[in-house]
């Protein structure tokens, strides 16, 4: 009854049985046949093929279902062997945005490759959305982000907390009445302006001023909002990006305010066309860590690469 999964699975993933089939190198033809064969045996369609793209029927989505908790009970199998072979092979698939994909990322790979030379190390650089996609369908082990994800569905292990502030093009006249507030470059990087002796910025004092955001799901975005929504302010958002870096390139161009991390200012140069403020440590104080799908088998190449994180996030 559940022979031929990755068949049937790959016409779901696909929609079209013309790409299935490129994908498994195999014909149209003999892989109609199979999928055929299959729904013969369990007595009912699978995918309904009077819609384009091919869709699933009632029965066929239980069988997709089936079929996910097979394939993870499959990998599950399968990287335990890999447990017994000490690491001699596998492989780790991790996410982020660009700015962790930059930033976070390469000293981490850099050191479990050294170790662990035989394990395969995959990285995709997208936006939370996608990312979460990716860990949730499998394609991913783990992500690495800020966003609060459902406990229910994901597992989460801490690299480091980071800190949102406020970016401004320094040709804005705003600024002229801000410099009591206004930190450098090197107070972000050094965390002096974590201390409590230094204020967080009137942020009403940016009220008319011109905004560029993150999209919707990103915690960055959500976050900016709950400030706006705090000080009662409908902001002027110009543009919405999916990258924080690409944010800050545009602030510093001089179109706009933008929301980015310490992490970020610790590694990007200096750029004299913006000025930086604290934000409200309520609203800017949050929690960097590597998600991955919970319940799913945390093989020791992923354990081994987590503990490899801690060490670099303690340097």
Same mark, same amino acid.
């Given at each position: 009854?559940?022979?031929?999964?990755?068949?049937?699975?790959?016409?779901?993933?696909?929609?079209?049985?013309?790409?299935?089939?490129?994908?498994?190198?195999?014909?149209?033809?003999?892989?109609?046949?199979?999928?055929?064969?299959?729904?013969?045996?369990?007595?009912?369609?699978?995918? &309904?093929?009077?819609?384009?793209?091919?869709?699933?029927?009632?029965?066929?989505?239980?069988?997709?279902? !089936?079929?996910?908790?097979?394939? &993870?009970?499959?990998?599950?199998?399968?990287?335990?062997?890999?447990?017994?072979?000490?690491?001699?092979?596998?492989? !780790?698939?991790?996410?982020?945005? +660009?700015?962790?994909?930059?930033?976070?990322?390469?000293?981490?790979?850099?050191?479990?490759?050294?170790?662990?030379?035989?394990?395969?190390? +995959?990285?995709?650089?997208?936006?939370?959305?996608?990312?979460?996609?990716?860990?949730? &369908?499998?394609?991913? %082990?783990?992500?690495?982000? +800020?966003?609060?994800?459902?406990?229910?569905?994901?597992?989460?292990?801490?690299?480091?907390?980071?800190?949102?502030?406020?970016?401004? *093009?320094?040709?804005?006249?705003? +600024?002229?009445?801000?410099?009591?507030?206004?930190?450098?470059?090197? %107070?972000?990087?050094?965390?002096?302006?974590? %201390?409590?002796?230094?204020?967080?910025?009137?942020?009403?004092?940016?009220?008319?001023?011109?905004?560029?955001?993150?999209?919707?799901?990103?915690?960055?975005?959500?976050?900016?909002?709950?400030?706006?929504?705090?000080?009662?302010?409908?902001?002027?958002?110009?543009?919405?990006?999916?990258?924080?870096?690409?944010?800050?390139?545009?602030?510093?161009?001089?179109?706009?305010?933008?929301?980015?991390? &310490?992490?970020?200012?610790?590694?990007?140069?200096?750029?004299?066309?913006?000025?930086?403020?604290?934000?409200? *440590?309520?609203?800017?104080?949050?929690?960097?860590?590597?998600?991955?799908?919970?319940?799913?088998?945390?093989?020791?190449?992923?354990?081994?690469?987590?503990?490899?994180?801690?060490?670099?996030?303690?340097?």
């Amino acid at each position: 009854m559940f022979s031929n999964p990755e068949y049937v699975y790959e016409v779901y993933k696909e929609r079209s049985f013309s790409k299935a089939a490129k994908n498994l190198f195999i014909s149209q033809p003999a892989l109609s046949v199979t999928i055929k064969r299959v729904e013969n045996r369990i007595g009912t369609p699978i995918f &309904d093929r009077s819609t384009n793209p091919v869709g699933l029927t009632e029965c066929g989505q239980k069988y997709i279902e !089936v079929i996910k908790q097979y394939m &993870d009970l499959q990998n599950g199998f399968l990287n335990y062997l890999s447990n017994l072979e000490e690491l001699k092979v596998g492989s !780790v698939n991790v996410g982020g945005s +660009n700015l962790f994909t930059s930033c976070i990322l390469p000293p981490i790979i850099a050191r479990f490759a050294a170790r662990y030379p035989s394990v395969e190390i +995959n990285v995709v650089e997208a936006n939370t959305p996608l990312l979460d996609q990716k860990l949730m &369908d499998g394609s991913l %082990d783990l992500i690495v982000d +800020n966003y609060v994800f459902d406990t229910e569905t994901h597992s989460s292990v801490l690299f480091r907390t980071e800190n949102l502030v406020l970016a401004v *093009p320094s040709a804005f006249p705003v +600024n002229g009445s801000l410099s009591a507030y206004r930190i450098s470059a090197d %107070d972000i990087k050094s965390k002096r302006f974590l %201390d409590p002796s230094v204020p967080a910025v009137p942020f009403e004092t940016f009220a008319q001023e011109p905004f560029i955001m993150l999209k919707a799901g990103n915690d960055t975005r959500d976050r900016a909002m709950q400030i706006f929504a705090a000080h009662g302010i409908r902001p002027n958002i110009l543009l919405n990006l999916d990258q924080q870096m690409t944010s800050y390139n545009v602030t510093c161009s001089g179109i706009g305010i933008s929301f980015v991390t &310490d992490t970020l200012v610790m590694n990007t140069y200096e750029n004299p066309n913006v000025v930086f403020y604290k934000l409200d *440590p309520d609203y800017s104080r949050r929690s960097l860590c590597f998600f991955h799908k919970k319940g799913k088998y945390v093989t020791r190449a992923m354990e081994e690469f987590l503990k490899i994180a801690a060490e670099v996030a303690q340097e």
